[in-house]
């Protein structure tokens, strides 16, 4: 799937979200990542954990507005994949850069090797994300199918 004309849709699968319940950034985290690895996407959880992890201690990947898009690359994985979490309470504390709490995350990995394909995907991910009205529709939607469809409508 990796050129340069893949859109963001192309990533976002009904089972690759989840309405996630956890109350802390490393639960979520945790929990995106056990979902990566249940589709088979990920094989080494841990490894991958630890590199999200320490790509969050350099600076935080809550970009404010309540979207957070942990991710990491790794040369053993072979192409990008984006797990959707959204948040159902009142968000979590992320450090995101406006103080605000997080609802929607987006959690991405890739091959290490495909730097201008990884920023690609990353501002064709913001650019849904900038508009309020995509924001709350994710909020909103009762089910993966309507994500995806959210996704596909923009």
């Given at each position: 799937m990796s050129t340069l004309l893949t859109k963001i849709k192309d990533y976002i699968r009904q089972e690759t979200i989840e309405f996630v319940t956890s109350e802390t950034r490393e639960e979520v985290i945790e929990q995106l990542i056990s979902l990566a690895h249940r589709e088979g996407i990920l094989s080494d959880k841990e490894e991958f954990y630890q590199a999200i992890i320490q790509r969050e201690e350099m600076v935080s990947t809550g970009l404010g507005m309540g979207i957070a898009i942990p991710h990491a690359k790794m040369k053993q994985l072979e192409d990008f994949f984006v797990i959707?979490?959204?948040?159902?309470?009142?968000?979590?504390?992320?450090?995101a850069i406006d103080g605000l709490k997080v609802k929607l995350i987006f959690l991405i990995g890739g091959p290490q090797s495909m730097h201008k394909e990884y920023l690609q995907?990353?501002?064709e991910l913001t650019q849904v994300l900038k508009l309020e009205e995509n924001r709350q529709k994710i909020l909103r939607a009762k089910s993966q199918e309507s994500v995806v469809n959210i996704f596909h409508s923009c």
């Amino acid at each position: 799937m990796s050129t340069l004309l893949t859109k963001i849709k192309d990533y976002i699968r009904q089972e690759t979200i989840e309405f996630v319940t956890s109350e802390t950034r490393e639960e979520v985290i945790e929990q995106l990542i056990s979902l990566a690895h249940r589709e088979g996407i990920l094989s080494d959880k841990e490894e991958f954990y630890q590199a999200i992890i320490q790509r969050e201690e350099m600076v935080s990947t809550g970009l404010g507005m309540g979207i957070a898009i942990p991710h990491a690359k790794m040369k053993q994985l072979e192409d990008f994949f984006v797990i959707v979490g959204i948040h159902r309470g009142q968000g979590i504390e992320w450090n995101a850069i406006d103080g605000l709490k997080v609802k929607l995350i987006f959690l991405i990995g890739g091959p290490q090797s495909m730097h201008k394909e990884y920023l690609q995907l990353l501002s064709e991910l913001t650019q849904v994300l900038k508009l309020e009205e995509n924001r709350q529709k994710i909020l909103r939607a009762k089910s993966q199918e309507s994500v995806v469809n959210i996704f596909h409508s923009c």
